[in-house]
């Protein structure tokens, strides 16, 4: 194994209720209350663009798309920051696997979420190698690192977290679609 791609939310960090919990403060500091319309489960795994787009085209709310965006934002960091809701033995996994291998990060949360979540304190203060776009993902990872995809393992998405499916010592091998 030369390199292994983490998918951030679901596999690292139980992130989901989190970002909905900020979504739903955020509607209610600009007075929408529970009456905003929009079935946050629809948005799991999709840009916070997204809802927020939707969200905008039903209500034309005074606040531009930029402000909701970044109201948002600095609500789900605040959340994480104070929770650090990393799954149960991720942080052991991943300080094993630093030593070991390159780690990489699929996520379509911002950068600045990716960063309040992970583990960086088990691996001597690094980040994995990140691409600087938001909607980032294994294969896209893989092309611009110098591994073949054939020759990295991903952890993939779990909506209930990995200790619920496979072993996250025993990675599966990563294929590209």
Request: aromatic share 6%.
């Amino acid at each position: 194994m030369k390199a292994v791609i983490f998918d951030m939310d679901g596999v690292i960090v139980d992130s989901e209720p989190r970002h909905e919990r900020a979504f739903l403060e955020v509607v209610r500091a600009i007075g929408y209350g529970e009456n905003h319309g929009l079935r946050f489960a629809d948005y799991v795994g999709r840009a916070d663009r997204e809802l927020w787009l939707d969200f905008v085209a039903k209500h034309q709310p005074p606040q531009a798309l930029a402000e909701l965006l970044a109201m948002k934002r600095e609500r789900v960091l605040e959340i994480l920051r104070r929770e650090q809701p990393l799954f149960e033995g991720l942080p052991a996994l991943v300080e094993k696997l630093a030593a070991r291998c390159p780690l990489g990060l699929a996520s379509g949360s911002e950068r600045a979420s990716s960063r309040a979540s992970w583990p960086s304190e088990t691996c001597g203060g690094s980040s994995p190698r990140r691409s600087a776009d938001r909607t980032s993902n294994a294969a896209s990872r893989t092309r611009r690192s110098s591994f073949a995809p054939q020759s990295c393992s991903k952890l993939p998405r779990r909506t209930v977290g990995p200790s619920k499916t496979r072993s996250p010592e025993s990675p599966r091998p990563w294929r590209p679609a």
